[in-house]
């Protein structure tokens, strides 16, 4: 049989406590190497679960419930690898829209007024979320133009005719041991670290460049468990 590529954790840009005071080190912490974690160590074992199923038995509705299993790990793979990089330090350039995304503000003044329009926008789309999930602004994937702000449920990733931009993780274990019910603070404080040199980027490279291999943390090793 052949190999199942396994996945890793990929490491944060910054340290633990770099987003202080916008998000606690406590949070970065455990999100990171505890949630990020276990969405990657199980979605390799439902796809070795998985891939060996598949090669050994026809039971068809066993496939289908461990795909939902895949489905979920490795959409929290992939929306909290890309949340990372959308993150820097407070008070940096990166931080800073107009200086170092200049290209994207203009586009997104073009859709939503202006910057501040657009964020009020985001925010009200990041409030109105119920439930678990994620707010993103994405382009379409085959025009970059056609910038739109939508959430996705539980850990679905963007579909696949969109391209992610920014995306902001509103589960409550992104902000409740700091915010606590404060939803709304943590969503207008995030601004403070959006790494708005990363939203350019992706608003200027194709859908490919956004999902490289290095955002996945893909061992080049193969096979295990
Ligand atoms: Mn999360």
Not at 189 to 210: A, C, F, M
Request: glycine share 4%; hydrophobic share 40%; net charge negative.
């Amino acid at each position: 049989m052949d190999s199942v590529k396994t996945y890793s954790l990929p490491s944060l840009p910054y340290d633990y406590n770099a987003l202080e005071p916008i998000i606690s080190t406590e949070i970065m912490t455990l999100h990171h190497s505890k949630h990020h974690a276990t969405y990657v160590k199980n979605l390799n074992a439902a796809l070795a679960k998985l891939f060996g199923q598949i090669a050994s038995s026809s039971a068809l509705v066993d496939h289908t419930a461990l795909l939902q299993v895949v489905k979920f790990n490795a959409g929290g793979h992939i929306n909290h690898s890309l949340f990372w990089q959308n993150l820097a330090p407070p008070n940096t350039a990166a931080t800073d829209a107009r200086a170092t995304a200049p290209e994207l503000v203009n586009a997104l003044a073009g859709r939503y007024k202006s910057l501040e329009g657009f964020r009020q926008a985001f925010q009200a789309s990041m409030l109105s979320l119920q439930g678990s999930g994620w707010c993103w602004l994405v382009s379409d994937a085959a025009d970059a133009n056609h910038l739109d702000i939508i959430q996705t449920r539980d850990q679905d990733p963007v579909p696949i005719h969109y391209k992610p931009l920014l995306g902001i993780d509103m589960w409550e274990h992104a902000y409740y041991l700091q915010y606590r019910n404060n939803k709304a603070d943590y969503a207008a404080r995030i601004w403070e670290v959006v790494n708005w040199e990363v939203v350019e980027s992706r608003y200027k490279v194709g859908l490919k460049e956004v999902y490289t291999e290095e955002l996945w943390g893909l061992s080049r090793d193969g096979p295990h468990m």
